[in-house]
């Protein structure tokens, strides 16, 4: 019996091989972007500058401790401490923001 896929991985396999036109209309929006589907996973052997402290992650997400805390808690934003000090991966941060995309129309409100 083989190893069960993970949903992950059929759908990224789904978004960069299928011809069906919703795997193709996906492939062009996102042309010439790092979309985490079209993109392979990072390497866990992240070279020592895509690790951030969180004084730049809350600066460059404009959030506060406590919501970074709550981000750490909940399993959302991975970690890493040595002593007292956390350290982030920007690709981490990166996969989260990608992940909540949204893309939505506003209402038309001139009728």
């Given at each position: 019996?083989?190893?069960?896929?993970?949903?992950?991985?059929?759908?990224?396999?789904?978004?960069?091989?299928?011809?069906?036109?919703?795997?193709?209309?996906?492939?062009?929006?996102?042309?010439?972007?790092?979309?985490?589907?079209?993109?392979e996973?990072?390497?866990?052997?992240?070279?020592?500058?895509?690790?951030?402290d969180?004084?730049?992650?809350?600066?460059?997400?404009?959030?506060?401790?406590?919501?970074?805390?709550?981000?750490?808690?909940?399993?959302?934003?991975?970690?890493?401490?040595?002593?007292?000090?956390?350290?982030?991966?920007?690709?981490?941060?990166?996969?989260?923001?990608?992940?909540?995309?949204?893309?939505?129309?506003?209402?038309?409100?001139?009728?």
């Amino acid at each position: 019996m083989s190893k069960p896929r993970l949903l992950a991985d059929i759908l990224k396999d789904y978004f960069q091989n299928s011809n069906e036109p919703l795997a193709v209309e996906f492939r062009k929006y996102f042309a010439g972007t790092e979309h985490p589907l079209l993109t392979e996973k990072p390497s866990d052997d992240a070279p020592l500058e895509d690790w951030i402290d969180g004084q730049i992650v809350m600066q460059a997400l404009h959030i506060s401790p406590r919501t970074l805390q709550t981000l750490r808690s909940n399993g959302i934003l991975p970690f890493s401490r040595i002593g007292n000090k956390i350290y982030y991966c920007k690709s981490d941060i990166l996969k989260i923001l990608f992940d909540n995309y949204t893309m939505y129309k506003l209402r038309d409100n001139d009728k």
